[in-house]
């Protein structure tokens, strides 16, 4: 439940409340005047809905709010509610994500800006409530911009900018905004909640101009286009993702201005990187027990850093390469697998790899997979890729072969 | 915020009274390519132009997706957009839900705009009947869906549907020499399982478009009326049914006047059965089934024991169901074992 705590901290013209990362993500669609919502039952994403249908049912929001009979329709009617001009959101978590797949695939070609919410899940079988990447990331190739928070507060603020990406004509792309499950869906913390004021001033309507599925716009959207030009409109997408990168700058440096708070890389956290000889990657919630690994650490004198990204799509590759050249070494933990994929990685350290390539300096880089289905990361598991990190640098080269952290041989 | 004008009301289409009647625009123009004698091209063309110009079309992936809506050449006047094989419902409820929510919230121009979702059997019998059943349950959102029903996935080169008649050749289907009949289920009664299970669903219809006018009335009342709605048309398919394709039309009577595919509608509760169906309900005997089944390839390898079989299964919805040719289920008589 959301609690509003005494004002005392709060940034101008903001509140604070105790909220969890889903309750974040609803009160930013509240205030982003959201239009259709679809909702349908899996943990842990669905307590969004849970805080959405509250908001509703309180008149905080007035909004279509439909229960759909399956993901499938979930994603479906968002879809075309987004055609029609409305302001749309969604979201689901592990095979929920995927039961929705054919519609993931079609509603970047569309042009839908729709912006959901993935509350990461491990995929069946076996079950597990816990929390792995690989749901959000079967998207990675299909024109879906992808980010991952770690905090309620960046949820929330993530989710305003996430409208102000998507629905900007430049880039007019869908957006899944990851939330690990239950270490941040279910997590409350202190967060300042904008008012309407100023998220009015930040966030634009959302105007589709003339994609506009109306009467007095009479298109025919998405024929059969074959050969003759899907090549072409492929080709219209890369450029859209392109666009997106600078869009996305401007959206952040305009939040900085609106709000007087916000992150100054939108694109990746930088923790203790300054002077840190061995630079440690990892998306999500796992930064709490790698930003406390790396205190331990700088306490026993290793220079040690963290660099947390947040947008996988478009991904940041010269900023990125630029920021990991200074390190000796760099250690990406992935909380996902990519069976089969090139040393049998994880998707995050063969992207780094495949980004690094052309760099002038290509400091060893050690794959690790750690805290699959939810399994606690430890300060153990941080400390020992870390140590590894040492090791490789002093060789100067590293061994490409995956290392699985805290798993039972 | 609230735009106090808006009443979620439909246009009041009324009923064209005679063919002479109808209107002369037409929404579903040149620039599809179609097969000769393709009766789903004229159930789209009749649709819209019972619907008129302020409406949204959305059609789900099949024959009237691929063949309609070749790039740069759409044959659609009014707004159209493809929609996934199994999503013509939740193409309604949505597109449905978006121009509720911003003519409730002011943000769009408040009006009456129809919204039609059409499928194919293989889309709205099979793949997309969950949606299509979750859409019927929300009576707050005005949509009508369109069931063109040729018999098969004749797009793809007529496979088989839920909806093929028992033992009809498809090359999913195909008679050989040691098996005779590979499809052996009996057809999926979509338009009555549809009308019996969502008791708040205001209008469910069959049509065909042999009976033009008459098909075109029920769009009509089906945009009129409010609230989910479906309509389930029986379109003669020449390809998939491999007959000369000037037959379409006497097809599509044959198949109501040997009461193989029943017209009728489900009016807030009320069943009418019309024009042919209802002859044969008030006593005009069928005309066998075999004056049907045996004009058209797909059946050319029945032997006279398939066309006892299928005789008798139509000759059980008429002489035994509760309400004939829509609801099934008959009552234990006295003495029956």
């Known amino acids: 439940m959301a609690v509003e705590t005494k004002p005392a901290g709060a940034v101008a013209d903001h509140k604070e409340m105790l909220i969890s990362g889903s309750e974040a993500c609803a009160e930013a669609l509240t205030l982003a005047d959201l239009d259709v919502v679809t909702a349908y039952p899996i943990r842990p994403y669905d307590t969004v809905m849970q805080a959405i249908a509250k908001k509703i049912a309180n008149g905080h929001l007035e909004a279509e709010y439909i229960v759909a009979e399956g993901e499938h329709s979930q994603f479906e009617i968002v879809k075309h509610a987004s055609t029609v001009g409305a302001r749309v959101f969604c979201g689901s978590s592990g095979v929920g994500w995927m039961y929705a797949m054919e519609c993931l695939t079609v509603t970047p070609p569309l042009r839908v800006p729709m912006v959901c919410m993935v509350g990461n899940r491990a995929l069946d079988d076996p079950g597990a409530f816990g929390v792995e990447h690989n749901d959000a990331l079967v998207v990675r190739d299909l024109g879906w911009l992808l980010i991952w928070v770690d905090t309620a507060q960046e949820m929330l603020d993530t989710t305003l900018l996430a409208y102000r990406i998507a629905e900007d004509r430049r880039v007019f792309l869908p957006i899944a905004i990851s939330a690990d499950g239950a270490f941040l869906t279910h997590s409350q913390t202190i967060c300042q909640v904008p008012s309407r004021a100023l998220v009015d001033k930040f966030l634009p309507r959302y105007d589709r101009g003339d994609l506009l599925l109306h009467p007095d716009n009479p298109i025919t959207v998405a024929p059969q286009a074959n050969e003759d030009w899907v090549i072409e409109i492929r080709r219209q997408n890369d450029e859209a993702m392109k666009r997106a990168t600078a869009v996305i700058d401007e959206a952040y440096a305009d939040f900085r201005k609106v709000m007087g708070r916000g992150p100054e890389n939108p694109w990746f956290e930088e923790y203790m990187t300054e002077d840190a000889e061995i630079i440690l990657i990892g998306m999500g919630t796992i930064s709490l027990p790698m930003k406390v690994g790396i205190r331990n650490m700088r306490a026993q004198g290793k220079k040690v850093g963290l660099i947390r990204p947040r947008w996988f799509r478009p991904f940041p590759t010269e900023r990125l390469v630029k920021a990991l050249s200074k390190a000796s070494a760099i250690g990406v933990i992935d909380r996902d697998y990519s069976f089969g994929s090139p040393f049998n990685s994880g998707v995050v350290a063969n992207e780094i790899r495949a980004a690094m390539y052309n760099a002038d300096k290509r400091p060893p880089l050690l794959s690790f997979i750690c805290g699959l289905g939810g399994r606690e990361v430890t300060l153990e598991d941080v400390a020992k890729a870390a140590d590894m990190c040492y090791a490789a640098a002093k060789a100067g080269k590293s061994d490409p072969k995956t290392h699985w952290l805290g798993v039972r041989e | ?337």
């Open chain 2, 1 to 337: 915020m609230a735009d106090t004008a808006f009443t979620n009301a439909t246009q009041i289409l009324e009923p064209f009274k005679g063919v002479k009647k109808v209107t002369i625009e037409e929404y579903f123009t040149s620039g599809h390519r179609t097969c000769q004698g393709c009766e789903s091209a004229l159930v789209m063309k009749l649709m819209v132009k019972a619907a008129g110009p302020r409406t949204i079309v959305l059609g789900s992936t099949g024959c009237m997706y691929v063949a309609n809506t070749t790039y740069y050449t759409t044959p659609w006047v009014v707004p159209w957009m493809h929609t996934q094989l199994g999503s013509s419902g939740s193409a309604a409820l949505g597109t449905a839900a978006g121009l509720k929510a911003l003519m409730k919230k002011g943000k769009m121009k408040s009006e009456p705009i129809n919204v039609i979702a059409f499928c194919g059997d293989g889309g709205g019998a099979d793949m997309g009947l969950g949606a299509i059943s979750a859409t019927l349950t929300h009576k707050e959102y005005n949509s009508l869906i369109l069931l063109y029903d040729n018999e098969s996935y004749a797009n793809t080169d007529i496979q088989l549907s839920g909806s093929t008649p028992y033992g009809a050749n498809t090359t999913f289907s195909p008679p050989g020499s040691v098996k005779r009949l590979i499809h052996t289920r009996w057809k999926k009664n979509t338009a009555g399982m549809l009308a019996a299970g969502h008791t708040e669903c205001r209008y469910v219809a069959t049509v065909c478009a042999s009976y033009a006018v008459e098909m075109m009335n029920k769009v009509r009342k089906a945009l009129t009326i409010g609230g989910p709605t479906f309509i389930h048309s029986l379109d003669p398919c020449p390809k998939g049914w491999d007959y000369d394709p000037m037959l379409s039309h006497e097809l599509g009577e044959l198949a109501v006047e040997t009461g193989i595919f029943p017209l009728y509608e489900v009016e807030n509760g009320v069943v009418r059965h019309y024009g042919k169906t209802k002859a044969i309900v008030e006593g005009r005997p069928r005309k066998p089934v075999r004056e049907y089944l045996l004009k058209q390839g797909r059946f050319a390898h029945f032997t006279e024991e398939d066309l006892g079989y299928f005789q008798s299964k139509v000759d059980e919805m008429w002489d035994k169901w509760e309400i004939p040719g829509v609801i099934p289920f008959w009552k234990e008589r006295p003495g029956a074992k």
